[in-house]
């Protein structure tokens, strides 16, 4: 027999629950309301092949656990990774798309936030998101691409004699 008290209760719980999901995402949002994504330059062309893949978690460097989710960043999305001269061009569903600098760290990573796969399983891009005062604040954001696709974007981007760096080591 079901206690009504007993459902009562849990139905709250879950309420209060979602409630404050609710507000932490809010106040999450505000706190971070003066981050954009820098422009991207017009007339990009691809200096390698594009790949496809999912943007897991864009995340504050040496904060790991903050996810940042100032200009819809703070969703996963499909993306493609297009390597220019200038650096990655990422364009995902739903977003604006951005551009990673060249020149900027790229390395591999086993989890990210709320996402673990296996050794080596996501890419991970560092680059920066621009604050209200115009400062640069640098952000990293994780990629699961094919171990092929994967490959092949580091390729592109990491000189062959220079090592890859482990996000998360």
């Known amino acids: 027999m079901v206690n009504p008290v007993s459902v009562a209760i849990v139905v709250a719980l879950l309420v209060l629950a979602l409630a404050g999901m609710a507000w932490s995402w809010r106040r ?4 971070q309301r003066g981050l954009a994504l820098p422009p991207v330059p017009s007339g990009l062309a ?21 996810r940042v989710v100032a200009a819809g960043l703070g969703f996963r999305a ?11 061009l990422v364009e995902r569903a739903g977003g604006d ?10 390395g591999t990573a086993s989890w990210a936030l ?19 005062d115009g400062a640069e604040v640098p952000v990293e954001s994780a990629f699961r691409l094919t171990p092929d696709a994967q490959a092949a974007l580091l390729a592109t981007i990491r000189p ?10």
């Open 78 to 88: 499909p993306a493609t990774l297009t390597p220019t001269a200038s650096g990655v």
């Open 28 to 31: 999450r949002r505000r706190a």
């Open 46 to 66: 691809a200096s390698g092949p594009a790949v496809r893949g999912l943007l897991v978690a864009t995340t504050f460097v040496d904060r790991p656990l903050d």
């Open 114 to 132: 709320d996402k673990g796969v296996e050794r080596d399983g996501l890419t991970v891009l560092a680059w920066a998101l621009q604050g209200a």
């Open 97 to 106: 798309p951005f551009l990673v600098p060249a020149g900027g760290d790229a």
């Open 160 to 169: 062959a004699d220079q090592e890859v760096p482990r996000a998360d080591s």
